[in-house]
């Protein structure tokens, strides 16, 4: 099953993580603000995929960010997270498929 794909059952929350587990999540976000993530295709997953631990570095960090930017490029609600990552300025992590460095660099 692709990224953001639906199943018969529980459709909302379930995608194949980059190491090709089924990932599912039963929480439901609690904002409007936040609605679009019921559609996003990393619920479920690690945040670490995402965001990198202390003194993540070089070769180690692009790995990491070319990993999230994989889940994210079939990520169906991809422009709403990107538009929320600049709206909110979220400093760190990969949104949107965009790294920190890049957000920073644009504005
Ligand atoms: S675009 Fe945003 S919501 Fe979609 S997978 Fe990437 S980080 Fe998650």
Redesign the pocket.
Known sequence: MA??QKSGIDSWNQGVAPDGRIVKSKTKPLLRAWE??V?????G?KSSV?FSPPRERGSARKRREDG??A????????????N??ETYRQQY?????TTERERRDRT
Do not use: K, N, S, T
């Open positions: 990224y953001g679009w993530q559609e996003a295709a990393c619920r997953m995402f999230a930017r889940v994210c490029i079939a990520c169906p609600v991809r422009l709403d997270c990107q929320f990552a992590g990969v949104w949107g498929g």
